[in-house]
């Protein structure tokens, strides 16, 4: 028995002084690539729409699955925020689809930080003090889609940004200037948020968004006096709210004829000449509050498709019978299911009932009551 019972102990500790066969460590968790108001649900519609299509996976040699320390590396996601980094970390994992840099002190982008990234796709710089990016810096993504450089102290549009680029996030930056050919190269653009730039109308050159098709372009709290000259006519949605425009002249929307949502609430509008409108046939929504304006803008009984005006917060004083239908029957395609009145001195029992006779619901109709 005794025997027996030493050769079992032997076996025992040649188990524990022989070399663990345990895997490494791996952090595990799913981390948001984070943007302004981006949830997980996003994140993954986002993914989805970057893997349709490829029926292969590209394989990397294992030895570079690392991740930068501190950061967390989950599901070709590496998220690095929050962790007062000074520059973009090294050892980023070659097949990172979505890499989160937001919320640090990065101040510069180098010219091979990025190196290797071929296969990124989103990337977060929000929330940095970046001022300096090098013209090369952007090189390697061949398939970015998604760049969000809004918090930062940019002067200038980033130089050769990648031609794949769909939408750019720039707002709360330095921008003052930009300049011809900015966007050049970038047809696959849909979307550009910029506002919070210091920017006036002189600072567009001519030329600035000359080849860009866009669906969205926000220029909203900046220091715009009127609409911005020769923006993209492919424009879906435009968003000049929080800005100085004065008045909206003639000539001012001529190029829109696809817009669908026009934002100019809080501006100083006192006037929009007649006819500006009716160089936007198919616009949905038109967003005219907290301006200055003194009556309801002619033309709108024209826009056949028109659902929704916001005209509340101004000085408008009298509404006739026909500011807003037109006429005739069945010349408006659609019904208004939606006008805001209220914060204008103009009482509701004055206006008369058949003034909204082309809205869909009295629901619809907000006016509330003036308090100067």
């Known amino acids: 028995m005794l025997p027996h019972c030493c050769f079992l102990l032997l076996l025992c500790v040649a188990r524990l002084l022989s070399p663990s066969s345990a895997l490494p460590f791996e952090q595990r968790g799913f981390w948001d690539f984070a943007m302004d108001s981006m949830d997980s649900d996003k994140m993954m519609t986002m993914m989805r729409d970057e893997e349709e299509g490829s029926a292969v996976e590209e394989i990397f040699p294992p030895d570079i699955h690392t991740c930068p320390f501190g950061c967390h590396c989950q599901l070709r996601v590496v998220q690095c925020s929050d962790l007062g980094l000074t520059e973009v970390p090294k050892n980023i994992p070659l097949d990172t689809k979505f890499l989160d840099l937001q919320n640090n002190r990065i101040t510069e982008l180098k010219e091979n930080d990025f190196k290797g990234l071929t296969n990124l796709y989103g990337l977060s710089l929000r929330n940095n003090h970046i001022s300096k990016v090098h013209p090369r810096a952007f090189a390697p993504l061949k398939h970015l889609q998604k760049l969000y450089f809004s918090k930062n102290l940019l ?42 730039n210091p920017i006036q109308n002189s600072g567009f050159e001519p030329g600035a968004f000359k080849g860009l098709k866009l669906n969205y372009l926000r220029i909203s709290e900046a220091k715009l006096t009127g609409v911005p000259k020769d923006l993209p006519d492919s424009l879906h949605e435009l968003h000049l709210d929080h800005n100085q425009i004065q008045a909206v002249e003639l000539e001012d929307l001529s190029r829109y004829k696809n817009l669908y949502r026009l934002g100019l609430g809080y501006n100083h509008i006192r006037n929009i000449e007649n006819g500006s409108l009716a160089f ?13 304006l003194t009556r309801v803008p002619r033309g709108l009984p024209e826009m056949k498709y028109l659902q929704v005006v916001y005209l509340h917060s101004n000085s408008i004083n009298q509404v006739g019978v026909d500011d807003f239908c037109p006429r005739g029957f069945g010349m408006k395609r659609t019904f208004y299911n939606g006008i805001s009145l209220f914060g204008n001195p103009v009482n509701y029992w004055e206006v008369q009932p058949a003034t909204f006779r082309c809205v869909s619901d009295r629901l619809a109709i907000q006016f509330g009551n003036y308090k100067k």
């Open 280 to 292: 936007l046939p198919r616009l949905r929504e038109l967003h005219l509050d907290n301006n200055r």
């Open 155 to 196: 002067t200038t549009i980033p130089k050769n940004l990648p031609p794949s680029l769909v939408e750019m996030r720039i707002h709360e930056n330095r921008i003052k200037k930009v300049a011809a050919g900015s966007f050049a190269g970038l047809g696959n653009m849909n979307c550009i948020e910029m506002g919070a």
